[in-house]
């Protein structure tokens, strides 16, 4: 033992020397060991779990990405707003309600702003809730299956882009407007926009314990662009912060139209105070028409109902309500400091940034330091709300996020840059080029009380030459700063999805242990569940056939089905019998006008064939489930429509 | 009351542990299973070691034509009555108080005891032998026998079979029984 000790720690000992020379024989090259020290950073070695998950909004794909930090690795893409053949959400039966709206079935949307639900204005991991831009909604996605349970949509709203933002204790999920609209809608000139139209904000409130939304309140705004907002926090907690362009209300070539007045707004709305009202009786219901569609995990199947009438609150009667601070230039995000202190305005068309104070706010309420009013609502005195400037720090500010000392990082799309700056001091310490033209930014818990600061996570709108080349269409991209030290270092190029606007982060520890494994077969409550395969059969009413079939390793039940007839419309209601992690099975039939069913273990999915040929067709596992997986396939014989052939079924001969 | 007596009295019911904690356990380890699959077996049961993982040594094993685990046997009948007649015997041959006794008990215990461990030898044996002959992999010359006790390499899995707290109790129990005599005897020779 002894002396192989010895050799061993003598190989060892000549492996160092080794090692050390070769890092002298680099050391001419600088970015060289650069390089590798940012490429260590990011590695995660095989079999090893990153320390942060990273959920990207799809933008134009309608989903949500889920990343790990720091090595960007794709683990999923959750389908949200957009159909996905691949998980046949929105092509099974049972995830087509998901996407009902007022307007029909809606295959797609754009998705903008995750935001994950909070306890005492820190993360709890247990819900992400992610905005529908073009038909307005709000979804919920449960962090315990990375699926997404529920979808509200939102009446009297549209371009539902200040959105979705949730309060310190997950009161409430908000919702606003960025294209104001006539309320109610109605036929009318569009140059009478001024004055007519009106910016509704939804205060969607969130069961604490289950997390189903309710429309509780909307109040209704005069017709600006409310554009993207967060939540109080702290001292602030009550509050909610939008910011607005086109105060100018301007209905045509806004690029030039809306970008007029040197000031808009933040309207800051205190829903606290909305509460109140709310209690008192102050609210008009409206009439409306809006789709609530929850996915229940038990019968893993959705439901969609219609709602018809919503609570409206009108600001200009309401005093103590609404307030209007105003921020230079057309401002874009608008973002709480994890004190709830600062209220930063990124006006994208100013030189500088805008910072408010809250307790200035509240000060300036109280000794009602106005400068007029708009459409009822009071204007408070930009001076006396004013915080400080940060002076010139890059050009078309976007988005702001925070690390846990104090220090704000800005990111800057014109000039294509993250900048970091100092709360109170308003000095900006560090500036880094992002590739290119950044749009949002993210640091895991950036928006809370308690941000995880150790890395930011620029969004990029534009890649050009950053990744090999696809055709005119290339991807969009994020990068990974380290900002532990006083001065930000990129670590890491990696593609997302769509175009992610936003993002959420959040520790792996927070999640990873919820994550489900497996669906439990005994809690399949899914009318059309076989739990077995004797209770396997088919079942014939009238041209519907319902098949109620399993899938095990490695086979089907049944696996023969004979009596099937050319215009029978035939529900495959298969379940997976599996009880393992990691074991899912697939299935379709050739010439289904759907996608496949993917199912995980203990879950029960439908497709729908409607067989236009006499013949004997194959279906198949379209996951690759087993040794034996190749083998695991079935046949349907379709008979002409006036044949006698008996509705039979067999696994086996059996 | 004679410390022998407490001896022999902690000896019958320390193998009435079994009724609280599984006997065996087996273990299957594969890399496709980071956390591996295990069977416990208790007097009148085997239970996965997670949920689900008895219909997964099932799925797995119906590929090389083994039996479904089973979930009625006759041993478990037989294996409670054992126990808790052997139980009550000690407790009445400690309450008599002949040292003879203790000794005749722990014979008759060692006896039940290697019956038992043969019952789950030929148990095992059948289970890794006696194979589908339709089976959908067929290797020729392979058996499927788990050990009884220690650890082996199955084809990709590595099983491991160690008794469980309920069979250590047991064991306990037995050995007691000849210390209850060796103390009894000691006794004797003071009076």
Not at chain 1, 179 to 202: C, H, T, W
Not at chain 1, 534 to 539: F, P
Not at chain 1, 644 to 652: F, G, P, Q, R, T
Request: aromatic share 12%.
């Amino acid at each position: 033992m002894k002396v192989a000790f010895k050799i061993f720690f003598l190989s060892a000992f000549i492996a160092s020397i080794f090692a050390l020379s070769g890092c002298g024989n680099n050391g001419g090259s600088k970015s060289g060991a650069l390089t590798s020290s940012a490429a260590n950073r990011v590695f995660i070695p095989p079999g090893e779990h990153d320390e942060f998950y990273a959920f990207m909004s799809g933008g134009f794909s309608g989903q949500l990405a889920v990343h790990g930090l720091p090595s960007g690795r794709l683990f999923k893409v959750i389908p949200v707003f957009s159909v996905d053949a691949e998980k046949a959400y929105g092509f099974n039966e049972e995830t087509k309600p998901m996407l009902n709206t007022s307007y029909g079935f809606i295959p797609w949307d754009d998705s903008h702003h995750p935001d994950i639900s909070q306890t005492n204005g820190e993360l709890d991991g247990r819900w992400i809730f992610i905005n529908a831009n073009n038909t307005p909604r709000i979804a919920r996605i449960s962090l315990e299956t990375f699926e997404t349970e529920e979808i509200i949509e939102i009446p009297n709203s549209a371009g539902n882009h200040s959105s979705s933002f949730i309060t310190e204790n997950t009161e409430y999920v908000v919702a606003g407007t960025r294209f104001s609209v006539p309320v109610p809608q109605r036929d009318m000139p569009i140059s009478e926009y001024k004055g007519n139209f009106k910016g509704a904000l939804s205060f969607i409130s969130v069961d604490k314990d289950h997390g189903d939304m309710e429309i509780a309140f909307q109040i209704m705004m005069p017709g600006f662009d409310y554009d993207l907002s967060h939540p109080g926090r702290g001292k602030s907690h009550g509050w909610f912060f939008f910011t607005t362009y086109n105060t100018e209300e301007a209905s045509t070539l806004l690029e030039v139209n809306a970008s007029q007045n040197d000031k808009d707004f933040i309207a800051a709305v205190n829903w606290k105070k909305a509460e109140e009202y709310i209690k008192a009786g102050k609210f008009k219901t409206m009439k409306a028409n809006y789709a609530h569609n929850v996915y229940d995990e038990d019968t893993h199947t959705a439901t969609s109902t219609m709602k018809k009438s919503v609570k409206v609150l009108d600001p200009a009667e309401l005093p103590g309500l609404v307030y209007f601070l105003p921020t230079p230039k057309s401002p874009h995000g608008c973002d709480v400091d994890p004190s709830g202190e600062y209220i930063v305005g990124n006006g994208k068309l100013a030189a500088s940034l805008t910072v408010h104070s809250f307790t200035k706010m509240q000060k300036a309420i109280k000794e009602e330091k106005f400068d007029g009013d708009a459409y009822g609502i009071p204007i408070l005195n930009f001076d006396a709300i004013n915080a400080g400037t940060v002076m010139q720090p890059g050009l078309g500010p976007l988005h702001t996020e925070f690390d846990a000392n104090g220090y704000a990082y800005t990111t800057f799309f014109i000039s294509s840059e993250v900048v970091k700056w100092q709360l109170g001091t308003w000095k900006v310490i560090d500036r880094k080029p992002t590739y290119y033209s950044v749009g949002h930014l993210m640091i895991p818990g950036g928006n809370s009380r308690k941000p995880f600061g150790k890395y930011l996570v620029a969004l990029n709108k534009i890649t050009k030459d950053r990744y090999l080349p696809t055709g005119p269409e290339v991807c969009h991209s994020a990068q990974l700063y380290d900002i532990t030290g006083d001065k930000m270092e990129l670590l890491l190029d990696f593609p997302t999805i769509g175009e992610p606007h936003y993002a959420a982060g959040a520790p792996a520890s927070l999640i990873a242990p919820n994550s489900k494994k497996i669906y439990r077969l005994e809690d399949n409550k899914h009318p059309y569940v076989a739990k077995s395969e004797k209770e396997t059969k088919v079942v014939r009413k009238g041209k519907d056939v319902h098949v109620y079939m399993t899938m095990i390793r490695s086979h089907f039940a049944p696996d023969n089905i004979e009596g099937i007839k050319v215009g029978d419309r035939v529900y495959f209601h298969v379940t997976n019998l599996e009880q393992d992690y990691d074991v899912p099975h697939g299935i379709s039939i050739i010439g289904a006008n759907t996608s496949e069913l993917l199912i995980m273990p203990g879950q029960t999915e439908t497709f729908v064939w409607e067989p236009k040929q006499v013949g004997v067709w194959p279906f198949y596992c379209t996951d690759f489930c087993s040794a034996l997986h190749q083998e695991m396939q079935g046949y349907v014989r379709v008979s002409p429509k006036s044949s006698n052939i008996k509705l039979s079924w067999s696994l086996d001969g059996e | 009351m004679k410390l022998s007596k407490i001896l022999m009295i902690a000896a019958a019911i320390l193998p009435l542990f079994l009724f609280v904690f599984p006997m065996w356990n087996i273990t299957l380890e594969a890399p496709q299973y980071p956390i591996p699959l295990g069977i416990d077996i208790s007097l009148n049961k085997m239970e996965g070691a997670n949920e689900g993982d008895i219909q997964n040594i099932d799925l797995m094993n119906h590929y090389v034509g083994m039996k479904p685990l089973p979930t009625e046997m006759k041993e478990f009948d037989i294996f409670p009555i054992v126990i808790i007649s052997m139980s009550l015997l000690g407790l009445i041959f400690a309450f008599i108080g002949n040292k003879k006794l203790y000794i005749v008990w722990f014979v008759l215990m060692a006896i039940l005891g290697t019956a038992g461990m043969y019952d789950f030898y030929l148990w095992l044996y059948d289970y890794g032998h006696n194979l589908d002959p339709k089976a959908a992999i067929k290797m020729p010359g392979q058996a499927y026998m788990p050990p009884v006790l220690g650890s082996k390499q199955i084809l990709n899995f590595t099983a491991h079979s160690y008794p469980m707290l309920g069979s250590i109790f047991l064991f306990v129990g037995v050995c007691l029984s000849p210390v209850a005599f060796y103390v009894a005897l000691k006794e004797e020779r003071k009076k």
